[in-house]
C-alpha cells in the first residue's frame, strides 16, 4: 500500500490546493462562493484525479473490505474501535 491512507491522499502539488482553497474561503467570509471559484475548481480538478485513479480506487476498496470484515466480526464500528477506552480509577 502506498504512504497515506485511502480517506487522506497526499496532495503533492505546490501549494496545495486544499491549503489555497482553505485560505481563500477564510480570507473571502459571505462572498467565498463568488471568488473562490478558481481554487474550488483546482481543488475538485485534484481530488477527480484521485478519485479516477484505478490503484487509488482500488486501495480504497481493501481498505473498506477490511474494515467491513472486520465490522462483522466483531460487531464494533470502526471508529468506536479506534476510540481509546477510559480506564478506571
Known amino acids: ?30 462572498l467565498m462562493v463568488v471568488k473562490c471559484r478558481k481554487e474550488n475548481s483546482a481543488l475538485k480538478d485534484c481530488l477527480t484525479s484521485y478519485y479516477k485513479d484505478p490503484a487509488f480506487y482500488e ?18 464500528p470502526t471508529k468506536k474501535r479506534l476510540q481509546k477506552l477510559p480506564t478506571s480509577m
Not at 6 to 28: G, I, M, Y
Request: hydrophobic share 20%; glycine share 4%; proline share 8%.
Open 59 to 76: 486501495e480504497c476498496k481493501m481498505e473498506y473490505l477490511k474494515e467491513r470484515e472486520e465490522f462483522r466480526r466483531t460487531g464494533i
Open 1 to 30: 500500500m502506498t504512504s497515506h491512507s485511502a480517506s487522506e491522499p497526499d496532495l503533492l502539488s505546490s501549494p496545495p490546493p486544499h491549503k489555497d482553497f482553505t485560505k481563500c474561503c477564510k480570507d473571502s467570509g459571505v
